[in-house]
């Protein structure tokens, strides 16, 4: 079983670098942007062509939320080209695409955890390319995992989480905002969730599965919540100020609410899920 990661220098490629090990039955190639640059359909094609891998995680992604805004054509290449790219050679290798999207094709207006099928509607150049990148692998062909996720942060690459001690070493107070809820996910629970929904097809080949899910931790938090529990967790003494998003202005207007229900990928591939407290303390 040969497992293809693009990305893998990003938070979510290094957490599948680190989990590898524990999956001695699979052969996976990581690959840099580098090494395979998926807004490059040649290039794309001569990585196929040589690895011809079974399954492609797609971990690379255009991730500036902010900065998207002032270079939508740039973050377009990667999110909806790149996306259609991959889709493209997945296609012509018969390989299995497991493709990783977010909690920002949503605006946030809803009152109750967002399931696979709600309507998005983004509020972003981010999300809306996101989202157009999934529309693009499903225009593409059938044999795709999309995954949701949502606040994602692990010991890799840059991330809330590092931000916030960072900013604990440099400031005595710290002023986050607590009216956007979501779910943070470690990124290494979600590396492992995307290495389960690929064992299991795998084990278990049905077209019935493919389609679009949500992984996150369980539970929900504000951002001020997170960040509060990140500096109980590491010890940090620090004056932590609860603030409106009105205080906080941002290039890209960010859903209220974006919690995710994950029922569908723990019924399909029996996935369970650490809260995102209990996920945090492992870090
Ligand atoms: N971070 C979050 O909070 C969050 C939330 C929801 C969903 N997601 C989604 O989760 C996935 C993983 O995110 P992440 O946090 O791991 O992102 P990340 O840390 O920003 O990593 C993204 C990686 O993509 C690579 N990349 C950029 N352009 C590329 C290209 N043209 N070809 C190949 N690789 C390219 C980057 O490489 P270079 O550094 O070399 O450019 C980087 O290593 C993404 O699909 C993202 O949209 C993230």
Redesign the pocket.
Known sequence: MVVLV??????????LQFIAPNYPDIHFIF??????????LENCQTVFSKIKPNYCI????????DKAESEPEKAY???VI?AQNLAAVCKQYATVLL??????VFDGNASKPYSEDDIPNPTGV?GQT?LDGEKGIQATFENYYII???????Q?????MKTMLRLASERDSISVVNDQIGTP?N?VD?AAALVQIALTDNRQPTTDNFGIYNFSNEGQCSWYDFAKKIFEINNKNIDLKPIPTSSFPTPAKRPKFSVLDKTKIKNTFGLEIKSWEDSLKTI
């Open positions: 693009s990305g893998a220098n990003g938070q979510l490629g290094q957490s690959c840099s942007s580098a090494d395979l640059d998926i807004s490059n797609n971990a690379a992604a255009y991730t500036a939320v290449l990667i999110n790149g493709h990783v999207s977010t909690d920002f981010y996101k949701r996720t949502s606040w994602v942060y692990s890799f690459a840059n991330n809330f996910t990124a979600l």
